[in-house]
């Protein structure tokens, strides 16, 4: 059965940080570009960072550069998302997201992160 898990969400205050994790069972994870997302109450989802299969490339949203970091370690199958000095604005629900070829697409059910003092 195909399976994305996010963990790591919580609460904390301003300026701190948390690092989220992906987990994949059910398909080969390396295979497949990997991509955080994040959707806050009353707006649309959005893209926050991506990683390439092999974690080559990546890319970030204006809003996280500096600030965030995605990586992955395909030996431990996980996908990290590092996030620093983090804003109330970046309170959100995260998602995982892994896609290969235009094919395969596979979500995660999210992990709730608040940013608040």
């Known amino acids: 059965q195909v399976q994305l898990v996010e963990s790591g969400g919580g609460l904390v205050q301003p300026g701190g940080s948390l690092r989220l994790s992906c987990a994949a069972s059910g398909f080969t994870f390396s295979g497949y570009a990997t991509r955080w997302y994040r959707q806050a109450p009353g707006k649309e989802r959005e893209l926050v960072a991506g990683i390439s299969s092999a974690g080559g490339i990546t890319t970030y949203a204006d809003s996280v550069k500096g600030r965030f970091t995605i990586s992955r370690d395909n030996a431990k199958n996980p996908v990290y998302l590092q996030m620093n000095s983090l804003k109330p604005e970046d309170t959100a629900v995260y998602y995982c997201?892994?896609?290969?070829?235009?094919?395969?697409?596979?979500w995660g059910q999210g992990t709730q992160v608040n940013v608040s003092s």
């Open positions: 997201n892994a896609v290969r070829g235009g094919k395969y697409d596979y």
